[in-house]
């Protein structure tokens, strides 16, 4: 699976910026989308998840000013950012989860994007 971002920007606080991360190969096997962010300094960390079965999961502080939405067919994820502060400052990453199953168990495979930079200015 190989995932592309874009959308990202330098954008004043209160702005919105709307990223998008485009997916390519073995799509069909994506259980799970979602973006991780990480800026200067700090680890990388989980801003939201949406699942095949559109289930989603939002980090504390991204509640209720960004939302995650998915297209049906796993090849495309996309984070609306509104009201964004200085500390939304990071690199965004795009992530994806494919499941394999096998007799035994479900082989699980973690897949990242190259990141797209959202710069916030106060």
């Known amino acids: 699976v190989q995932l592309v971002e874009s959308g990202g920007g330098l954008v004043q606080a209160g702005g919105s910026l709307r990223l998008s991360c485009t997916a390519s190969?073995?799509?069909?096997?994506?259980?799970?989308m979602g973006w991780y962010r990480q800026a200067p300094g700090k680890d990388r960390e989980l801003v939201a998840t949406?699942?095949?079965?559109?289930?989603?999961n939002y980090a504390d502080f991204v509640r209720g000013r960004f939302t995650i939405s998915k297209d049906n067919a796993n090849s495309a994820v996309y984070l609306q950012m509104n009201s964004l502060k200085p500390e939304d400052t990071a690199a965004y990453f795009c992530?994806?989860?494919?499941?394999?199953?096998?007799?035994?168990?479900?082989?699980?495979?973690?897949?990242w994007g190259q990141g797209t930079q959202v710069t916030v200015s106060s």
């Open positions: 190969g073995r799509i069909s096997d994506i259980a799970t």
């Open positions: 992530y994806a989860q494919v499941q394999v199953p096998t007799i035994e168990a479900i082989s699980t495979f973690d897949y």
């Open positions: 949406t699942t095949s079965g559109r289930s989603t």
